[in-house]
């Protein structure tokens, strides 16, 4: 698009308001008291303990989840190590610690509200969104400016993500991720400044190694970038996969860590998948059966997950410890009805966005934010009409642009919409199965929204084309 002209006062006045509007609603959901934020379970517990830190709560095993509620007070306490896993989440976490650490040794207390970290991610949120605003403002580029701010309100700072702010999971991270990798891929298709490509490269980065299951998402971005703006977009296509790959290379070594742990997490999503997916959707089980050795009592599993076997999952599935996830994927992919039936899991299982099994209020038991802290998540509830709307959602505005001879800033930004949203679901589908699907598929339902400022970016560019005519 061309560079828009001149702002008019309502452009302004539009602009003041919808930062406000992101303001207040980031600020009054961390602000909260009591505290809003997603309750905590093991994918919690295995990032924070890397740090020593567990919830504060007096004769209570530190490892212990609490899914009915989240707790805002912390404390150090000694933990193994054996199921820490890294993450860029340690960005915000590991500057939180210390500063506890350096409380507790000017005489401070030992108890430690979490809240510190929310408002320390949310200053972050702003600092970028600060950045990006006035970044498209600088290349007179109001429509982008304008389009970024509706987004970053009502996408970016709805509960559903600000709800891991308050948290040491690594979805916070992964939202983060994916917010800076796209306001700096846009920022540095409208001009490649250094500081541009910088955040774009920072975001691909934090994205990758946020959680393991969007170790090459990144990748998948750059290229879409790549095919989306052709050679206009050749250097931050680099830019992005060039980062990505360094990302990928990070959490592809924290996956290769040797600890017990990581070797049975690795076996449990193995196991998901075969029993969840695989043995479920296969045309011919009976070859796959064979092909694995699976055992008669892993069979009774089928359409289940590891949570309901007993005991240890390798007693149940004795076989599963030799099973090879290349393998596990090809004996799917290889089978065409077999995949398309496995494929159709995920509109079934795409929402809701936000988990309905995690509490979100403290001392609650399983509520959810005040009434007048709406979430889109309440719109779309679980209704597989919705699902399947996010899902082509941005494959529509892909399209459009297409259709329509777009310049290629939209087309890039729309093509790695759509291709991320894809990235997550795969590889969440195929990662760990049908197992807390929905929490996995977060980031999905983010793309799918985000591509919607493409549409909004046109209206406004037209909006304020026709002030000055």
Not at 319 to 347: C, F, Q, T, V, Y
Not at 358 to 368: F, H, I
């Amino acid at each position: 698009m061309p560079s828009s002209p001149p702002l008019p006062s309502w452009a302004r006045v539009a602009l003041a308001v919808l930062a406000l509007f992101a303001l207040a609603r980031g600020i009054a959901l961390v602000r909260h008291d009591p505290l809003l934020a997603m309750a905590n379970n093991y994918d919690e517990i295995r990032y924070s303990l890397c740090l020593d830190i567990a919830p504060w709560r007096p004769g209570v095993d530190p490892m212990k989840s609490n899914q009915p509620a989240p707790y805002s007070r912390f404390a150090f306490t000694p933990l193994p190590k054996d199921a820490c896993t890294w993450s860029s989440e340690f960005l915000f976490t590991v500057p939180v610690a210390l500063a506890w650490h350096a409380a507790e040794a000017m005489g401070g207390r030992k108890i430690h509200s979490v809240r510190r970290l929310g408002e320390l991610r949310l200053l972050a949120w702003f600092a970028v969104g600060a950045w990006a605003t006035w970044f498209f403002l600088r290349e007179r580029r109001g429509d982008l400016a304008l389009a970024h701010l509706a987004g970053f309100g009502l996408v970016a700072m709805d509960p559903a993500n600000t709800l891991y702010l308050s948290t040491f999971y690594a979805e916070a991270a992964a939202a983060f991720g994916f917010y800076v990798s796209l306001v700096g891929i846009v920022a540095a298709l409208v001009r490649p400044t250094r500081g541009a490509l910088a955040m774009a490269a920072f975001g691909a980065v934090v994205l990758a190694t946020s959680k393991y299951q969007h170790v090459a998402l990144p990748l998948v971005l750059g290229l879409a970038v790549g095919i989306g703006a052709g050679r206009a977009g050749c250097k931050v296509a680099l830019v992005v996969l060039v980062a990505g790959a360094l990302g990928a290379g990070i959490q592809l070594a924290n996956g290769a860590r040797n600890s017990a742990v990581m070797r049975y997490v690795h076996l449990v999503n193995n196991i998901d998948y075969t029993v969840g997916i695989l043995l479920l959707e296969t045309s011919d089980r009976d070859r796959i059966v064979k092909r694995l050795d699976v055992n008669d009592e892993c069979l009774k599993y089928i359409q289940k997950s590891v949570y309901a076997m007993p005991g240890s999952a390798e007693k149940t599935c004795t076989s599963a410890p030799k099973w090879h996830s290349a393998e596990l994927w090809w004996l799917l992919i290889s089978d065409p009805p077999g995949l398309a039936r496995g494929l159709m899991h995920i509109p079934n299982l795409m929402l809701p966005w936000q988990p309905r099994y995690l509490g979100a209020v403290e001392d609650g038991n399983n509520e959810r934010q005040p009434a007048w802290m709406p979430s889109l998540d309440l719109a779309f509830g679980e209704r597989p009409f919705f699902a399947w709307t996010l899902l082509l959602l941005p494959w529509i505005v892909v399209a459009a642009c297409v259709r329509r001879g777009t310049p290629a800033l939209a087309r890039a930004f729309a093509l790695a919409c759509a291709a991320g949203m894809l990235a997550v679901c795969l590889a969440a589908l195929f990662g760990d199965g049908d197992v807390e699907y929905a929490k996995h598929v977060h980031l999905a339902v983010n793309y799918a929204l985000a591509s919607l400022c493409v549409p909004i970016a046109a209206l406004f560019h037209r909006a304020l084309a026709a002030k000055t005519a």
